[in-house]
């Protein structure tokens, strides 16, 4: 073992350089700094959502499709930028259209409009929470190769945040055959259900990210990159409550 008196200088430096970042902590305010950038953005895509959810029809189902086919441009650019081989680039671009397409198809089937804004408003709020969950209180990585900023504490955020959505929709916005089963019990469930899955999509995406050596999908969105880093979580979601609708509830979804 070496003793400090024997360390070169740029040994001794490297250590202290070490030392010094786990001794100093990063004002929160450093780490929320993109905050008002990222909230102004957010604002803007809830009112583009909310307006096509508003008018219904064709409009909402061409919000859909158009999210969906930049979604697919994204994760295409990503898969291109992540292999060189031929056939792993086809495999991830067929299996990527398979995936957004399918979610789409859930969503455009989808026939009940506050179960659509409560699926839309539970992965803002996993996302929400698991953001100043995790910025303040940071700790442990979850997967820090894949994804350097998923803390276990911003996975607990995301499913408080996923937990309090369901209950205080539910108490109101959800039709009066499901108002029932949503009790406190079912909600805990299902929040920390919902954030796991969220958050899977998001390392699916951060995984793409850092094999095609990117950070975002695209800089197309201020604060939040891509349409695919915005989404990367509503995907999974939207397939699990889809396919649950598929079986359960298929009188909400549009025959």
Known sequence: MEGGENLSPERRRDRMKAFAKKAVSVPLSVRTGDLRKRAASGIVMLA?????????????DAFFVIIGLACLFELARLVMRATTRLYVRLLGIVGGAAYIGYAVYLLMMIDVVPLLVLLFGVVICVDTFAYFFGRT???????????????????????VGATL??????QWGLPEEVNGPVAAYSAVVAGIAIAIIAQSGDFFESWLKRKAGMKDSSNLIPGHGGIFDRIDGLIPVVILVGTMLIVKYPHWLVV
């Open 165 to 170: 959505a369901i209950v205080l929709y539910g």
């Open 48 to 60: 583009i959502a909310g307006g096509a959810l508003w008018a219904g029809g064709i409009v909402r």
């Open 137 to 159: 209180l940071g700790g442990p990585k979850i997967a820090p190769r894949i994804s350097p900023s998923k803390t276990w504490a911003g996975l607990l955020g995301g499913a």
